[in-house]
């Protein structure tokens, strides 16, 4: 199971910014490999106001999170009081941000391992809840033995966005480590 915070979806949105073409390939890869995902309904909410403001245009921002509310394998989880609650003692006991917490909270109540774009939860967030980045997700869930056919997934995404690099590297590194192996 996995939750995605915003940090990558807006990430992935903006190829300018540092890491998008990570972010991206990730994106690709979890809707081409239909993983289940856990977000709380916030993400809906982070995401149509990130995409407004960065494009000056509020029906791309409705847009966007349309497509989001609409991907397969994705459960939604209310921010109802229990979910605050948690949200509110990972943000004191971590020195979160209030977001930010939401989605280690559900990532932690899901038992799934949260994908984040952000170094603040990169860092605060070891030994709460697995958090892993874009790129590290890729190289861990590609070389895990439940990723039965990564090889073939990662092919799939080639020609996918501009993630394509990225997968060609990570290729890359799966036969280096199966040639070590053998």
Do not use: C
Request: no cysteine; net charge neutral; hydrophobic share 40%.
């Amino acid at each position: 199971m996995i939750t995605v915070d915003a940090s990558v979806h807006v990430n992935a949105l903006n190829p300018a910014e540092a890491g998008s073409a990570e972010s991206k390939a990730f994106l690709d890869w979890l809707q081409q490999e239909r993983q289940p995902v856990t977000s709380p309904t916030l993400l809906l909410v982070e995401v149509a106001a990130a995409v407004a403001r960065s494009q000056n245009d509020s029906e791309r921002g409705i847009e966007a999170m349309q497509r989001l509310q609409d991907l397969p394998q994705h459960t939604w989880l209310a921010l109802d009081r229990s979910m605050t609650i948690q949200s509110a003692r990972l943000a004191a006991r971590y020195r979160l941000r209030g977001a930010d917490a939401v989605y280690a909270a559900v990532a932690q109540r899901s038992g799934a391992t949260l994908v984040t774009a952000d170094r603040q939860q990169l860092e605060r967030l070891q030994g709460a809840v697995p958090v892993l980045s874009p790129t590290q997700a890729l190289s861990q869930l590609i070389r895990s033995p439940q990723a039965a056919n990564a090889e073939d997934a990662l092919r799939q995404l080639r020609g996918i966005g501009r993630g394509e690099k990225l997968v060609e590297r990570l290729l890359e590194e799966r036969r280096k480590d199966s040639d070590r192996e053998a």
